[in-house]
């Protein structure tokens, strides 16, 4: 019975975790598009995407990132209870990787926050 909750728990938050990346991806489409129809509709070249503000593209990126990473804790979430009630090598490697991905995701997010702050701190001088 302990097995079967498991399976079920784990089913559930893996689709939670599908539906957040998904949902994250649909949000940074959106807004991209936004980005650039409001700056073509501003006067800018045809081209859209290359005309966008660098601070709205990273502020952009930024908050994809960051839907990718809940995402990612729910898959990892998910995937520790599978290890956990199953554990077998393939379960642990996907584990592994996910938490990889994790920290490289931390990584660059807290890098691009960092230098949006030393470049708001350069501009406030």
Do not use: W
Not at 5 to 32: D, H, K, P, W
Not at 48 to 65: A, G
Not at 76 to 90: F, K, S, V
Request: proline content about 2%; glycine content about 6%.
């Amino acid at each position: 019975m302990l097995h079967d909750f498991s399976q079920l728990a784990r089913n559930v938050i893996e689709f939670f975790s599908i539906l957040i990346i998904l949902g994250g991806v649909l949000v940074a489409c959106y807004r991209m598009l936004v980005l650039g129809v409001t700056k073509y509709n501003h006067g800018h070249c045809p081209m859209i995407l290359p005309h966008v503000e660098h601070d709205s593209m990273i502020k952009l990126r930024l908050s994809f990132e960051r839907t990718l990473m809940l995402g990612l804790q729910f898959l990892m979430a998910a995937d520790i209870i599978g290890t956990i009630t199953d554990p077998d090598l393939q379960g642990v490697i996907i584990l592994a990787v996910i938490v990889l991905l994790r920290i490289v995701l931390s990584f660059a997010l807290s890098r691009e926050v960092a230098e949006i702050d030393r470049q708001k701190r350069e501009d406030a001088k």
